[in-house]
């Protein structure tokens, strides 16, 4: 996606960015391991669990996020709206197929939070994380971006290291 919108590698990488940034709201999980290991009690994931699918997932978050990450960008505007694309495929993706793996883990969507209740969005038909559906569009897209990577001369290792990415193309290309 981040291929499709902008032309240079660091809008890119700021555009990819975007897109997994919603889940730094589960780094209670870090306080959960440290509140543990600090009082030997066993692991709970209270702090996970109150603000993991909260205080990201949310168009208050997209906005920061968008308006954050454009302050960097070489093309502000087309940054913003690639942000908040990738951010809003994020959520749908948890909408779509983030339950694991029982029916009880089924992952709402609470899109105004933290500022308002609701709404709370909720599909009951969510697919299991590791279910067929899912690696059924990881394959798809996994293909289709070694395809444009081919096409273009540049790949999503990018966002790692441009260095590695030439050696990735040129394999690829061979
Ligand atoms: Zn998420």
């Not at 968008?66 to 908040?84: D, K, N, S, Y």
């Not at 690696?135 to 966002?159: C, D, H, K, W």
Request: include cysteine; charge should be positive; aromatic fraction near 14%.
């Amino acid at each position: 996606m981040a291929s499709a919108v902008a032309d240079n590698p660091r809008d890119r990488r700021l555009i990819t960015l975007a897109g997994v940034l919603p889940d730094l709201d589960g780094a209670g999980v870090i306080v959960d391991v440290a509140k543990a290991l600090a009082s030997g009690q066993e692991l709970s994931f209270d702090y996970y669990a109150k603000f993991h699918h909260v205080w990201g997932h949310g168009w208050p978050a997209a906005i920061v996020f968008a308006a954050t990450l454009a302050c960097f960008a070489r093309q502000r505007w087309r940054v913003a709206w690639g942000c908040l694309l990738t951010f809003h495929l994020h959520l749908l993706c948890d909408l779509l197929g983030s339950r694991g793996p029982s029916p009880a883990d089924l992952w709402p969507i609470c899109y105004s939070e933290p500022l308002f209740r609701h709404p709370i969005w909720l599909w009951k038909s969510q697919w299991r994380l590791d279910g067929w559906q899912n690696q059924l569009v990881f394959g798809t897209v996994f293909i289709t971006a070694l395809g444009i990577a081919v096409r273009r001369g540049y790949s999503f290792v990018e966002i790692f290291s441009i260095r590695t990415d030439k050696s990735v193309i040129a394999v690829l290309r061979d």
